[in-house]
């Protein structure tokens, strides 16, 4: 069975070194928050071009942190977006719809609530502020790599196993907010430190990034040009090539058929449902094998087999 996701594969060099870093770090004793953390984050600030970067030990901590950090007490999220959210919401929470081409939270109307806006599946996004009060953080979980239109309050990336760059785990806060980034420093040193094992894997591949967004681009393309189903529109602001998804009618069926031959992942489940665009993608969605390593005319050749 074709898997749904496997991190590029690494060289023999590549291993050796891994292991050898690791090494070095085991034998320093400075296994958590040293300078191989302190590496990834300059190359994400430079890679972004953004004032401060702060590392963590997950996207979601990483949320959390900045949540604190602005002391937001109430805002808006798209409802279409991955649930672990739901679990570090501020006491009022208001959900909201997304546009039906690209997926991207629904700006038809003018917002005055402090916002999370989505880079759904790497998709990116550009919301303007209504009052300059307004405070905007994007979830750019899947967005490293991706030309940010803009930075917010803070943007928040993931470096998990299935993410553009994996560090196995981990997130990023980037932000050009002084106060906040010492903040945020302060608040991750208590409680979600990134370990120096999961920043040199996360340095590793950093090094290949430029590929791994070449070959996911392809197969996009590939899946675009020879798969009947409607796909996520690109944001004028363009994406990273995240996740592949795409619109398929009799979806349970259809997923029922390719058992056993590609796993194919769902999301998401709405946070709130009662939103148009957002309950019919959620209920005709599925996410597509796409890695550097894959073969998309394999994939591709299992759905006209079942279809």
């Known amino acids: 069975m074709i898997p749904f996701y496997v991190p590029p594969r690494l060289s023999e060099n590549q291993i050796e070194q891994v292991v050898s870093e690791v090494a070095k770090v085991m034998r320093t004793g400075q296994i958590t928050n040293g300078l191989h953390v302190r590496d990834l984050e300059e190359r994400t600030k430079e890679l972004h071009g953004v004032e401060y970067a702060v590392a963590c030990s997950s996207a979601t901590q990483a949320m959390w942190i900045v949540l604190k950090g602005l002391k937001i007490q109430s805002l808006m999220i798209q409802s279409f977006t991955w649930k672990s959210l739901q679990y570090i919401m501020p006491p009022k929470v208001t959900y909201c719809d997304i546009d039906k081409e690209t997926w991207l939270m629904n700006t038809v109307s003018k917002f005055d609530d402090d916002l999370i806006v989505t880079h759904t599946f790497g998709n990116t996004d550009l919301v303007e ?179």
């Open 129 to 307: 502020r209504t009052s300059s009060k307004q405070m905007i953080i994007y979830d750019g979980a899947y967005s490293l790599g991706a030309k940010l239109p803009d930075i917010g309050d803070a943007t928040v990336l993931s470096l998990t196993a299935t993410k553009t760059v994996t560090a196995c785990e981990g997130g990023v806060i980037l932000t050009n907010n002084r106060e906040l980034a010492k903040e945020a420093e302060q608040i991750r040193d208590k409680c979600s430190r990134m370990s120096e094992l999961n920043a040199i894997v996360g340095l590793t591949y950093f090094e290949m990034l430029d590929v791994i967004l070449t070959k996911t681009k392809r197969i996009f393309e590939y899946y675009n040009a020879h798969l009947p189903f409607k796909s996520q529109k690109t944001s004028r602001w363009g994406t990273n090539y995240g996740f592949y998804g795409c619109l398929v009618p009799n979806r349970d069926e259809l997923v029922e058929r390719l058992n056993g031959k590609v796993e194919i992942k769902i999301r998401y489940e709405p946070l709130q449902k009662g939103f148009e665009a957002t309950d019919k993608i959620a209920s005709n969605i599925i996410i597509l094998p796409c890695y550097p390593d894959l073969d998309p005319q394999t994939v591709a050749n299992y759905f006209n087999e079942v279809m």
